[in-house]
């Protein structure tokens, strides 16, 4: 898949062209270091993955994620950052990245997360996600769970998709859609990386068989 890379600072680029590079399945397409380049790269190659950093600069990768996601629902965004705020994580959830990853991740681990978005899934970063678990102070209300919506969100916890969670359980994947749709509303939760966390911080895999 082609690859553009964003970034103000030469050598963070330089780094992930190295890191990336040694995999087949991506190659590099080009690279800009400010909102003005950015937009003449992407318009111009369209390419299949864009990796931007969020401080370019004077100015913010906001500005380029929007106007991507507009013009081109198929490319994949990520941002890779040493923002660890979470209204900066928010944000870029309602932007639609597919994926949110800290620059202080290991080479392997940034090689995952692109790969993972590069075959359709999302991929946040679990640092942060356990920051803006805290900042938001999410309403635990595990009582409020039926036991079979504890058994889902102990499936969850182990990255079962419906499908997987409807063989396990012997229910209907319409049925298991329900019950995320509960376990979310019950517990103020807004993505399955969320319950996920929340079910192993709770041990809740002791659950299922």
Do not use: W
């Not at 900042?135 to 499936?155: D, G, M, Y």
């Amino acid at each position: 898949m082609n690859v553009v890379s964003i970034d103000d600072y030469p050598l963070s680029r330089q780094g992930l062209m190295a890191v990336l590079g040694l995999e087949s399945e991506f190659e590099f397409a080009g690279e800009a270091s400010s909102v003005k380049e950015a937009r003449e790269v992407i318009f111009r190659l369209k390419p299949e993955i864009i990796i931007i950093d969020l401080k370019l600069k004077d100015e913010s990768g906001f500005d380029i994620i929007s106007e991507v996601k507009e013009l081109d629902s198929d490319c994949k965004v990520v941002i890779l950052t040493s923002s660890l705020d979470p209204d900066d994580f928010k944000r870029a959830s309602e932007f639609g990245v597919d994926g949110y990853i800290l620059k202080d991740a290991m080479p392997e681990e940034i090689v995952n997360a692109v790969r993972l978005v590069s075959k359709g899934r999302k991929y946040y970063d679990p640092s942060i996600m356990e920051i803006v678990m805290k900042k938001e102070n999410l309403q635990h209300n595990i009582e409020e769970l039926t036991s079979r919506e504890l058994e889902v969100l102990a499936a969850l916890g182990k990255g079962l998709s419906n499908r997987d969670i409807a063989e396990q359980l012997f229910i209907s994947e319409y049925t298991v859609k329900k019950h995320v749709s509960q376990i979310f509303g019950k517990l103020g939760l807004s993505c399955r990386t969320q319950a996920a966390l929340y079910a192993n911080k709770h041990k809740l895999g002791s659950l299922l068989v």
